[in-house]
């Protein structure tokens, strides 16, 4: 009987189960893509974009199995301040490239609510700041992390 050594039967046991693509869709679409092998996360890429088709990343996801997108609603409150007046609304539109794309690409796709930030922060070993500008592809992690810890049962890099 041939044997095989350890580090054949270790490599060959290792399953990848998912890719995941964390999108915070905006003027500026922030993106990350990680990997869960064997409940542990990896970040395999972080990017950003201000292409409203999202034509300009059309790649990364094809390369995922499981958008994790931000989703965005509309507060009554904040509507009648005025704060929406002539507003093209773009990330709604983002949004809607973003489920089109999946559905032509044939990929799962999940909307999040931003509350779930802070706890993506914190499994993702990320420092979470409130109306923080600029950290799109922090928060498209967060959302990668939530999915993967939450559904995949994925061990959080730190544990909030």
Not at 13 to 35: C, Q
Not at 45 to 69: F, I
Not at 111 to 127: C, D, I, N
Not at 153 to 158: D, E, F, M, R
């Amino acid at each position: 009987m041939e044997s095989f050594g350890t580090n054949v039967l270790n490599v060959s046991s290792r399953k990848r189960l998912m890719k995941i693509l964390g999108v915070d869709p905006g003027k500026t679409t922030g993106l990350a893509l990680i990997e869960v092998v064997d409940r542990r996360m990896q970040l395999l890429a972080t990017t950003q974009s201000r292409d409203s088709l999202c034509l300009d990343w059309l790649e990364l996801l094809k390369s995922a199995d499981l958008l994790a997108v931000e989703s965005f609603q509309l507060r009554p409150q904040k509507a009648r301040t005025g704060s929406f007046d002539w507003s093209d609304m773009l990330t709604p539109q983002v949004i809607g490239s973003i489920r089109t794309l999946a559905a032509m690409h044939g990929k799962e796709l999940e909307l999040q609510s931003p509350s779930v930030k802070p706890m993506g922060y914190a499994w993702s070993g990320q420092k979470y700041v409130a109306k923080k500008p600029g950290t799109h592809q922090q928060d498209a992690l967060a959302h990668a992390t939530y999915y993967a810890v939450k559904h995949m049962k994925a061990v959080p890099a730190s544990a909030p």
